[in-house]
């Protein structure tokens, strides 16, 4: 499975960001997907992910602003960033699991303040 993360990029506080995973190779529809983020001197966190039949998970700092959603077809995976804080500013993650972890390789979020 290869990730392929899009879309980031330098945005202001209160602005909007949508970044996206592209999914390649053997891919499962029931895979649960998600995002994580790390930010300078941080530990990567989770910030969303979406598992099979669609439960989505939201950390408790993101919830009410960033929607998670996946196109099956597109195999694509998304992140729909709102209300964009100056803390928000990490790298960004794509994360694929099913028997197995497969990583993107990151796309940068910048929140100025």
């Known amino acids: 499975v290869q990730l392929v993360e899009s879309g980031g990029g330098l945005v202001q506080a209160g602005g909007s960001l949508r970044i996206s995973c592209a999914a390649s190779?053997?891919?499962?529809?029931?895979?649960?997907m998600g995002w994580y983020r790390q930010a300078p001197g941080k530990q990567r966190e989770l910030v969303a992910r979406?598992?099979?039949?669609?439960?989505?998970d939201y950390a408790d700092s993101v919830k009410g602003r960033f929607t998670i959603s996946r196109d099956l077809a597109k195999r694509t995976l998304y992140l729909q960033m709102n209300s964009l804080k100056s803390e928000d500013t990490a790298v960004y993650y794509c994360?694929?699991?099913?028997?197995?972890?497969?990583w993107g390789q990151g796309t940068q979020v910048s929140v100025s303040s």
């Open positions: 979406i598992q099979s039949g669609g439960r989505t």
């Open positions: 994360n694929y699991h099913w028997l197995f972890d497969a």
């Open positions: 190779g053997s891919t499962r529809s029931n895979a649960a």
